[in-house]
């Protein structure tokens, strides 16, 4: 048997397993099942492909003689075949979470989801990077995305990204939805933000964030923006960062030198987000800071998440709904760990749907010129 073929073989076991039943505790291994089984568990169709072009070529060259080994692809293709089942039973989840507005029923072709993640390019939509929007260097710059038409009066999305406040880039996160939407005529911004220890505290993070509002206040319109229509979105702890900085909106002490600035949104997006206490703040929890004029919501989260936990994402959704005025949205994706907006996944193609269909609930539906 070629120790390429076992080689290959066993990279592809490993990560199924963890894609399949990746532990939360204790805490190192849950980190471990995190980073080996991410990719398969968004991107199973790419492995699958894998497999079976290294079994076939083994098999052909006459090399594939032990049961254990072939048992051992079966299993794994089996495997593979759960993972992309699950995938794409996110779809008809999303739709049952928003309720009557109706969820777009289409998920992209298996060629597209096999190829896509490598090979797709968005020809309409431009990015401009390296905006600046604040005092603090690269830490405040973000990207734009926009199509290339260059609309008018166009709503706006703001991404924040994740890494526990203590890593994490622009333009890392979240793609597939930036130029997604950016195709459909948004304005779409993914931005950096003071991570530690060069923020001394939450409030650095905080300011970050609604002086990146305001900048899209001021700056907007030179870029086709509607600065009425800004939808805050993020991931893990920029989920954690938007829903702060939404059910912060008006408070002056969070926006030094710019205090008359409106930094309310329209409404707020969070995937795969924690929703607790900060590290040194206890007062920086979202779930501690719900109040009855909060935005809309919508709060998606994958079911089996070793790094942000499930349960916290369902307290601060029930605990949202209790005292919002506003709708709240909550889904809970079968199969999904955290981080799946890192792929253009099935998964993520069912989430960016139920977002188009939670814009056009919460915003005016006005048309972008």
Known sequence: MPYGFLTTLALAVVPTCFALAA?????????????LGVAVNELPFAALAW????????????????PVVMGAVVVTVAGLGLIAWRGRRALPVVQEAMGSVPVAGRLPSYGRVLFSPFLRRH?????????????????????????????????????LHGGGYKSGHKNSQALPL?????????????????????????????VDAKRLIAWVREHGPSYGADPERIVLAGSS????????AALTAGEPGFQPGFEQVDTSVAAVIGMGGYYG??????????????????????????????????????RFAERLRAVSGEP??????????????????????????????????????RPVK
């Open 23 to 35: 532990p939360r505790r204790p805490r190192p291994l849950a980190m471990v099942a995190f980073f």
């Open 51 to 66: 497999v079976l072009a290294a079994t076939v070529l083994c098999f052909v060259q006459g090399d594939l003689n032990s």
């Open 123 to 159: 020809r309409a939509v431009e990015r401009i990077p390296n905006l600046s929007y604040g005092p603090a260097g690269k830490r405040n710059l973000l990207d734009l995305y926009r199509h290339r038409a260059r609309p008018t009066g166009a709503p706006v999305l703001i991404h």
């Open 178 to 206: 930036l130029r997604h939407l950016a195709e459909q005529g948004w304005v779409c911004i993914s931005a950096n933000y003071r991570l530690l220890p060069e923020a001394a505290d939450f409030r650095d993070h905080l």
């Open 237 to 244: 702890a920029g989920a954690h960062l938007s829903a702060m």
């Open 277 to 314: 206490p900060y590290y040194t703040d206890p007062q920086a929890s979202p779930i501690d800071r719900v109040r009855p004029d909060a935005p809309p919501f919508f709060i998606v989260h994958g079911d089996r998440d070793t790094i942000a936990s499930v349960e916290d994402a369902r």
């Open 328 to 365: 709240v949205f909550h889904a809970e994706l079968p199969g999904g760990q955290h981080a799946f907006d890192l792929f253009d996944s099935l998964r993520f193609h069912a989430v960016i749907n139920a977002v188009d269909a939670f814009a056009a609930r919460v915003l005016d539906g």
